[in-house]
């Protein structure tokens, strides 16, 4: 059976001991698209990417694969005021945009390194293809893994100011105690 359209939580004050209801309606989360693109003059491909959701590597592949389509043989990445999201994100967008190669790399506290590398994946531009991306200080978190990624590769050249200054990953562990 489909759950009740509402929810009613007691809330409890901890300080008053004094209850109350709300009354909550169910609603379907509807993720936004984060990529729109167009086609700048004769061989420019646009894209902005608003921020890295679960969306966004497909979307932005096939915004790749659609602007080369219409003969777009150079790009621009607009990841101005792009929050970030998710690290996995920026890893598969990277894998559009690079050949297999090191995005980051994670180091412990006894010095062992992980490295996170792009998938094994047919890229929809030639990874020779031109990059410019355009960041501002907005930008963060994830989306300056792929920035930096791109940048220390030699794949694009990065104009704008200086991002947020994030550039970290973080997670969420559970501990033994609950």
């Keep these: ?12 004050s901890i300080a008053t001991g004094e209850e109350r209801s709300l009354e909550l309606v169910r609603q379907v989360a509807q993720v936004k698209d ?17 921020e890295f959701n679960a969306l966004a590597p497909a979307r932005t592949k096939a915004a790749l694969k659609d602007l080369a389509l219409d003969s777009a043989d150079r790009f621009i990445l ?20 690079m050949d297999d190669t090191v995005v980051t790399y ?13 998938p094994k994946e047919e890229q929809p531009i030639s990874t020779t293809a031109p990059i410019v991306v355009l ?6 978190s994830a989306s300056e893994v792929l920035t930096g990624a791109l940048r220390d590769n030699c794949r ?10 994030k550039g970290l990953v973080q997670g969420v562990f559970g501990l033994q105690d609950g």
């Design 1 to 12: 059976s489909d759950p009740s359209p509402t929810v009613t939580l007691r809330l409890q």
């Design 34 to 50: 984060p990529v729109s693109f167009r086609k700048l003059g004769s061989h420019t491909g646009y894209i902005r990417i608003a």
């Design 78 to 97: 607009d990841l101005r005021g792009n929050p970030g999201g998710t690290f996995q994100t920026a890893i598969n967008i990277a894998g559009a945009l």
């Design 106 to 118: 994670a180091v412990d506290g006894f010095g062992d390194r992980t490295e996170f590398r792009t």
């Design 135 to 140: 960041t501002d200080r907005r930008t963060a």
């Design 156 to 165: 694009a050249l990065v104009v704008g100011d200086r991002s947020f200054g």
